[in-house]
């Protein structure tokens, strides 16, 4: 296997290079343009009923729910972690090139949430069942099948293999060690009994705790991160400067960086953000899929929210910690230079918030992919698949904090972006039916006669 490793970087390289990157991207921008800005004009809306939706019509969770379980498996180390290597390689610029990406990213997570209810379906057991295998199927046609069980596949892989289990177990059972000297075997032990206990409980299970979580969670870190830029106040105009100026000259404003090009801070910051808020990649409609809703469009605006949160908030609350306390400057990486950002503000206890922040961004996020993977195991499957995915799952849990392959990890990477591939073949060829519901929906909130149209606002 190790053998492999060369052939598995050179395609891991190329996966997660311009092909791909341009193809999210450009799946965003021919979104945005059809949908005429909504991201901006419709925003506030879509704000609004994260927590005043309507909740009428077929599903197993509330909206609100929905987008805590799809927040939970997308909010994890990559806003952490993900952030610093980005700044790290690419420079502050890469911070700009983020918001480009979330700023397109939610045209397309708006089109996925809203195919998501439009093809949605019920499994044997009355369940709902939807994501972008049903849109594909459903949408596409019977003839786009295989394109359909290519992606299910994907995502068992990633469930399995990837972003579902060992970097997020590596990240909290390696934190906690650092942070309080607890064992490895340990916390893995606890984090195996609470996943196993949470993920038995189907959705409904999930879609409680995240719904408890996510919102503390976020609160949590970004009032952190807001108190690390009060004590920088003065230097938050000059920061902001650098990262606009940085990702247009790919040059440092201040010495001690090793340069980068524009190429980089763009690559670096389009690639994490996209990797954070998984805009494009066809995991968030699963969960979109449950919500208790009649209005495709409605849990579309609901779900764009999700990169909104995730990446213009989570990951910028990382990214100016790092350029305003200077540490992307110097010999830290990764999780240690967002650590040392919050030590040389909080001192030793910055450590520890830190730790705290991660372990929970990564728990949900194990949450959040076991259903991911769940459903599209039913897909493939049947419900008859569902005990022995979840025992593979809790078992893979159990071993990811002593399994550290590094063929597996670059394999995982690889089956991460080719979800992206079917999911966005799917979009563009379903942009006229995005296009229409969105239309009937925007008609229906527009006519005044309309009894319940206050629930809506």
């Not at 920061?239 to 524009?262: H, K």
């Amino acid at each position: 296997m190790e053998s492999l490793i060369p052939v598995l970087n050179a395609i891991d390289t190329f996966m997660w290079g311009p092909p791909l990157i341009t193809l999210l991207v450009g799946t965003g921008i021919f979104l945005t343009v059809r949908l005429h800005l909504l991201q901006v004009f419709r925003l506030p809306l879509a704000l609004k009923l994260i927590f005043r939706a309507q909740n009428k019509g077929e599903g197993d969770v509330s909206s609100f729910k929905a987008l805590c379980v799809a927040l939970a498996a997308t909010v994890g180390t990559g806003n952490i972690v993900g952030v610093a290597t980005a700044v790290k390689v690419g420079g502050p610029g890469a911070i700009f090139w983020m918001w480009m990406a979330a700023f397109f990213g939610m045209a397309t997570k708006y089109s996925e949430g809203l195919l998501a209810i439009k093809y949605r379906s019920v499994d044997e057991k009355g369940e709902i069942a939807g994501g972008p295998m049903f849109y594909i199927k459903n949408g596409m046609g019977e003839k786009w099948k295989p394109l359909a069980t290519f992606f299910a596949l994907a995502c068992i892989g990633v469930a399995f293999f990837g972003i579902g289990t060992f970097p997020q177990v590596n990240a909290i059972v390696d934190s906690v060690e650092l942070s309080f000297g607890f064992p490895k075997a340990a916390t893995d032990a606890i984090l195996t009994f609470f996943i196993a206990a949470i993920t038995i409980g189907g959705l409904q299970s999930i879609a409680r705790v995240a719904s408890k979580i996510i919102p503390f969670m976020a609160l949590f870190y970004v009032a952190i991160c807001i108190g690390l830029i009060v004590v920088y106040i003065d230097q938050l105009p000059a920061a902001i400067a650098l990262i606009l100026e940085d990702a247009f000259t790919g040059q440092a404003a201040v010495g001690g960086f090793a340069g980068s090009t524009i190429m980089m801070a763009m690559q670096n910051g389009i690639a994490r953000g996209v990797f954070s808020n998984e805009s494009g990649l066809g995991s968030a409609p699963i969960a979109a899929a449950a919500a208790k809703t009649k209005w495709p469009a409605e849990q579309g605006l609901i779900s764009m929210t999700g990169t909104f949160i995730d990446t213009i908030i989570i990951c910028t609350m990382t990214g100016l910690a790092l350029v305003l306390t200077g540490v992307w400057q110097g010999d830290a990486a990764g999780a240690a230079m967002t650590n040392s950002a919050f030590m040389t503000t909080y001192g030793s206890i910055g450590g520890s918030l830190l730790t705290l922040s991660l372990v929970l961004f990564a728990f949900t996020t194990i949450l959040g992919w076991n259903y991911y993977g769940e459903r599209a195991c039913i897909y493939l499957f049947g419900t008859k698949g569902v005990l022995p995915y979840r025992l593979i799952f809790i078992v893979l849990v159990a071993s990811g904090a002593f399994l550290k392959l590094e063929a597996i990890w670059i394999l995982a990477d690889i089956v991460n972006g080719l979800m992206a591939i079917p999911n966005l073949i799917a979009l563009i060829a379903l942009s006229g039916v995005i296009v229409a519901e969105t239309k009937k929906y925007m008609d229906y909130r527009s006519q005044p006669q309309k009894t319940d149209k206050n629930q809506y606002v």
